[in-house]
């Protein structure tokens, strides 16, 4: 009998010590659980003040989508420092000497004082482009290529890839 009773008291105890565990694993789980919507709220308000602050850069400086583009090229493939793009975003010139690379031609050109800028295009409104020197700068890759073969005694290539019938 006296077997019966210890081990009854030992499931006792046990069932307790798990009904406690139970509790404490419900409160932290409540407290997660608060937690978790505390920083729903909080992640909606930041998310609303973007927004906010992406709707006025957009009223204000309705231009500044049409250059992410130009920023990118200037960024990824003339590898300019964020510097000279900061310069150019506020559509100042930027004078530059050095090789800059055309993905048109595959190589880069020299130049030792380019003027470097981006200005909106003549025939869209609203939109931009890279410039150097004041003409667009496929024009200026292209006429960079002409003087690089002109220099080399090679025929300039033609412009007009029509067909002709």
């Not at 932290?28 to 729903?40: D, K, S, Y």
């Not at 309705?62 to 200037?74: A, Q, R, S, T």
């Amino acid at each position: 009998m006296g077997f019966t009773l210890l081990g009854s008291n030992k499931l006792k105890a046990e069932r307790e010590e798990l009904q406690q565990r139970i509790s404490a694993l419900e409160r932290q789980n409540e407290m997660l659980v608060q937690h978790i919507e505390t920083m729903e709220q909080e992640h909606k308000e930041e998310r609303t003040k973007f927004n906010e602050y992406i709707d006025k850069i957009q009223r204000y400086f309705p231009y500044v989508e049409k250059l992410l583009p130009l920023i990118d090229f200037c960024r990824n493939t003339l590898k300019f420092s964020e510097r000279v793009i900061q310069e150019l975003c506020k559509l100042k010139k930027v004078r530059l000497k050095g090789d800059f690379y055309s993905p048109e031609f595959n190589r880069k050109f020299h130049d030792e004082s380019a003027a470097f800028s981006f200005e909106e295009d003549k025939n869209r409104k609203g939109h931009y482009h890279i410039c150097v020197n004041d003409i667009p700068l496929v024009q200026w890759f292209r006429q960079k290529a002409n003087e690089w073969r002109d220099g080399l005694g090679i025929a300039s290539a033609r412009q007009d890839k029509g067909l002709k019938i």
